[in-house]
């Protein structure tokens, strides 16, 4: 069955620092993969996805990851981290039929100035 | 375009009674998707519909449990004999056309139950 480890709870970054949240993904075939980022009292906002073609995928607020087959990984990275960058992230895979996102359990992010 | 919207934002209800979620997905959005949400964990799926179809249902969706999307357009999802497990976040998302196209998620309905 298809399933996400984002093995990170809680991270904290200086602001202005760069940011790499972790994401591994169980999946038999080509995954389909997402990152949500979720602030308090908003709802789940796509930042970026993989369906195929180029590993490194450009997002939304400056976010881009890189899809690596080899280490079943699709990690989220930032090159500067900014104070309102500070929320929840969750990495999503989709089910076979592409009727459903399995989610990971998020890491929350913190940021210092 | 006001985005997917959910009714009510909040709801406190005692154990035993029964509440009903109301979901206006983005119009024209063919596809309707109900996810739950507790407290440290990512969203969990409970049930798809495409138009006014219910194709897919979670396992989590237990016979308490059951979500109608009338004439292809809003959503409800009723929970019955509400018990305290229930209290959670429940998220509505919408997409349009072919599976693994964006889904646009509501701010949720916060359920407790007490």
Redesign the interface.
């Known amino acids: 069955a298809q399933s996400?480890t984002q093995p990170d709870i809680h991270i904290t970054v200086s602001e202005g620092a760069s940011l790499e949240l972790r994401c591994n993904y169980s999946y038999g075939a080509t995954p389909?993969l997402f990152w949500?980022v979720q602030s308090p009292?908003?709802?789940?906002?796509?930042l970026l996805?993989y369906?195929s073609g180029d590993t490194l995928v450009q997002g939304i607020k400056g976010f881009e990851a890189e899809f690596k087959r080899s280490q079943s990984s699709f990690n989220l990275r930032k090159p500067s981290v900014h104070w309102s960058d500070a929320a929840e992230y969750?990495c999503?895979v989709?089910?076979q039929?592409?009727?459903?996102?399995?989610?990971?359990?998020?890491t929350t992010l913190s940021v210092s100035s | 375009d006001t985005g997917v919207s959910q009714d009510p934002r909040h709801k406190i209800t005692k154990r035993g009674q029964n509440v009903t979620f109301r979901c206006d997905p983005i119009s024209e959005h063919n596809r309707l998707y109900w996810y739950r949400q507790t407290l440290g964990q990512g969203p969990e799926f409970l049930t798809y519909f495409q138009n006014e179809a219910q194709l897919e249902k979670s396992r989590l969706l237990s016979d308490r449990f059951s979500a109608e999307r009338p004439k292809g357009s809003f959503s409800t999802l009723e929970i019955q004999r509400t018990e305290q497990g229930d209290s959670a976040m429940y998220l509505c998302a919408s997409s349009f056309g072919s599976p693994n196209t964006e889904a646009f998620f509501g701010q949720g309905t916060r359920l407790t139950v007490v």
């Not at chain 1, 009292?41 to 796509?46: A, D, R, V």
């Not at chain 1, 009727?99 to 990971?104: E, N, P, Q, S």
Request: hydrophobic fraction near 45%; proline fraction near 0%; avoid cysteine.
């Open positions: 996400v389909y949500y009292g908003q709802g789940l906002q796509l996805k369906f969750f999503a989709s089910n039929a592409g009727t459903a996102l399995i989610f990971g359990k998020g």
